[in-house]
T-cell receptor, first 114, second 115 residues
Framework: EPEVTQTPSHQVTQMGQEVILRCVPISNHLYFYWYRQILGQKVEFLVSFYNNEISEKSEIFDDQFSVERPDGSNFTLKIRSTKLEDSAMYFC????????????FGPGTRLLVL | GENVEQHPSTLSVQEGDSAVIKCTYSDSASNYFPWYKQELGKGPQLIIDIRSNVGEKKDQRIAVTLNKTAKHFSLHITETQPEDSAVYFCAASRGGDTGRRALTFGSGTRLQVQP
């Protein structure tokens, strides 16, 4: 069964450094998402991406965040200058097409900012 | 924006008993309600979902009910097994062709099934 994959599984970085989290969505999916989950808290929406542009973003997704689909398979989340409060589990998800909302989540990247 | 409340935060049942988790939502335009199961160290896995044109949906031991008037939906697990132990999240979105597909999650319910 096709799965969303994410790399790396864990990332430790120093405050102020840039990180790039990578995702490979399910191959025939057209909508891509990033969510985050701070330890012990609920999953929060960051951004959705369709047709090579952002279709929706939350107030969390400020100027330090950006997303990109650099080729036909990868979907990346870049955090330009990490802060301590960016420490969280970051999940990528994908869904197929309009009218089929089911989102399939990857295993996540645990980001720790020191 | 949408706000999803989920209860209880923890639930302990004996193997074979039923478990019920309840969620309420605030946005009357929400029309898609998935339930996810999250095991330790893993991403959320969809277990069942329901759309607003349906009041109830079943898949083996799992069922979901939706009351659009009251803006609440519930997950029912019958004949619970130890492998059902996990954190369960409800979520809501406007979905469809609106472009507003962002899922708003509840705070989660930690279900413990005692053997």
């Amino acid at each position: 069964e096709p799965e969303v994959t994410q790399t790396p599984s864990h990332q430790v970085t120093q405050m102020g450094q840039e990180v790039i989290l990578r995702c490979v969505p399910i191959s025939n999916h057209l909508y891509f998402y990033w969510y985050r989950q701070i330890l012990g808290q609920k999953v929060e929406f960051l951004v959705s991406f369709y047709n090579n542009e952002i279709s929706e973003k939350s107030e969390i997704f400020d100027d330090q965040f950006s997303v990109e689909r650099p080729d036909g398979s990868n979907f990346t989340l870049k955090i330009r200058s990490t802060k301590l409060e960016d420490s969280a589990m970051y999940f990528c998800a994908s869904s197929h097409q309009a009218g089929q909302e089911t989102q399939y989540f990857g295993p996540g990247t645990r980001l720790l900012v020191l | 924006g949408e706000n999803v409340e989920q209860h209880p935060s923890t639930l302990s049942v004996q193997e074979g008993d039923s478990a019920v988790i309840k969620c309420t939502y605030s946005d009357s335009a929400s029309n898609y309600f998935p339930w996810y199961k999250q095991e330790l160290g893993k991403g959320p896995q969809l277990i069942i979902d329901i759309r607003s044109n349906v009041g109830e949906k079943k898949d083996q031991r799992i069922a979901v009910t939706l009351n659009k008037t009251a803006k609440h939906f519930s997950l029912h697990i019958t004949e619970t097994q130890p492998e059902d132990s996990a954190v369960y999240f409800c979520a809501a979105s406007r979905g469809g062709d609106t472009g507003r597909r962002a899922l708003t999650f509840g705070s989660g319910t930690r279900l413990q099934v005692q053997p």
